[in-house]
């Protein structure tokens, strides 16, 4: 029956740590979702202060030509993130459905033993009316 409990707290560990992992992707998203939008309004700012807004124009600035490569890395590292996110979040439903059964299997084995514990102490009960 130990053995049981360690594998309910094991199951039960490893969907905690993969509900970590999904929170963490998904607040990294959040994150380089604000600084890509951080980024665009630098870049506006920019273009308006030197007031040309072609990118390949031969004078665009030289800060607005980085934040935009800085802003479409982010913008790809995001799009990575959603879909290690979604992997996670399947991870995590598996785990989940894990834990379930390993719990499931715990409780019919507890209600194993009460059964055969009632079939030792019955006899015993009958005895002791029977005297």
């Known amino acids: ?5 360690s594998l309910v707290r094991l199951k039960r560990f490893q969907a905690e740590e993969k509900r970590r992992r999904v929170a963490q992707i ?12 951080d980024l665009d309004r630098e870049i506006a700012a920019e273009e308006q202060r030197s007031g040309i807004a072609d990118a390949t124009h031969f004078a ?3 800060y ?19 879909q290690q996110l ?17 719990q499931s299997l715990e409780g019919r084995e507890k209600g194993l033993d009460r059964a055969s514990d009632l079939r030792e102490i019955e006899p015993l009960g009958l005895r002791v009316a029977g005297a």
């Open 60 to 62: 665009y600035s030289t």
């Open 86 to 102: 979604d992997e996670a979040r399947a991870a995590l439903e598996e785990a989940l459905e894990e834990v379930s059964r390993a």
């Open 64 to 82: 607005a030509r980085a934040a935009r490569t800085r802003r479409d890395n982010l913008a790809q590292s995001a799009s990575e993130l959603r």
């Open 26 to 37: 998904d607040a990294m998203i959040a994150e380089f979702s604000r600084m890509v939008a």
């Open 1 to 5: 029956m130990k053995s049981r409990d």
